[in-house]
């Protein structure tokens, strides 16, 4: 694996993010702009008396931007290479498919940070809430165990494109949301009835919202959720690369790869 051609395809995506109206919406305003209108829901329901169901959604939402985010930028990199019917001319490079996932997974993380930080902020300051009273390291191994999720969703989505094209795009930014309300972003699990119960307990990002709303609410670390979430994050990659790995070699086998066109 090659940094110098893991920071080109980063090159390469920065640019196209910085000249794209598109992106810095879907990137940076649409997300906060969600964390505002549901920390003003957070505001309403606090005023009615539930002040931790408020804080536990605005923590979901803000929460929840990692795997959005994450998965998103690794999505939407592919499909503008696709538009721009630019794909082929990439692959024809050295840059291996490894490679071309590196890139776009860091990528992806860097953005989720600045988010972060930004969300955070405007809940501390305009909200006051405090997302850092989860405390640094519990809040890194959330982050780490949703960006995970968030690259191995990304990459089935690449390999739904790669065999596909353009014709399932939409799975790029709608795909994930499917699954949201499977994930307990902002309620708990036991509000769902059966059979979507037991789903949401195949979903890694479960464990992991469980666990942040455990930890808000009683000032502790919920480690058996969060060990729980790594074992399923760690077979869900393997799952995703699997997959990916079919679709990859069937686009191959049936031309579409050189082609890509919807």
């Known amino acids: 694996m090659s940094l110098k051609r893991i920071r080109a395809i980063l090159a390469h995506e920065l640019y196209i993010t910085k000249h794209s109206y598109e992106l810095i919406n879907d990137l940076f305003l649409y997300p906060l702009w969600s964390i505002i209108i549901f920390g003003f829901m957070t505001i309403y329901i606090v ?3 539930d002040q931790i169901i408020g ?7 803000i929460l929840w931007q990692i795997v959005n985010l994450v998965q998103y930028s690794i999505s939407i990199g592919c499909l503008w290479d696709i538009w721009a019917r630019n794909l082929t001319n990439i692959f024809i490079t050295p840059i291996s498919i490894g490679e071309y996932f590196t890139a776009y997974s860091l990528s992806g993380v860097v953005k989720a940070i600045i988010i972060m930080i930004l969300a955070s902020l405007l809940a501390y ?3 006051k809430f405090n997302i850092l009273s989860l405390g640094l390291a519990n809040l890194l191994l959330i982050f780490v165990n949703l960006a995970f999720f968030a690259i191995s969703f990304g990459i089935i989505v690449l390999g739904l494109l790669f065999r596909f094209g353009t014709k399932i795009q939409a799975f790029t930014w709608g795909l994930l949301t499917v699954f949201q309300p499977l994930m307990a972003v902002i309620y708990p699990v036991r509000v769902l009835p059966e059979p979507f119960r037991s789903l949401a307990y195949f979903f890694p990002p479960t464990y992991i919202f469980e666990a942040a709303r455990y930890n808000l609410e009683n000032k502790a670390t919920a480690w058996s959720n969060l060990f729980i979430a790594f074992i399923l994050n760690l077979i869900f990659f393997l799952l995703a690369i699997y997959f990916f790995k079919l679709m990859f070699n069937k686009s191959k086998d ?3 790869f050189a082609r890509l066109e919807g």
């Open 47 to 49: 005023g009615s008396g």
């Open 55 to 61: 804080k536990n959604v605005l923590l979901g939402i």
């Open 125 to 127: 300051f305009v909200f």
């Open 254 to 256: 049936l031309g579409k």
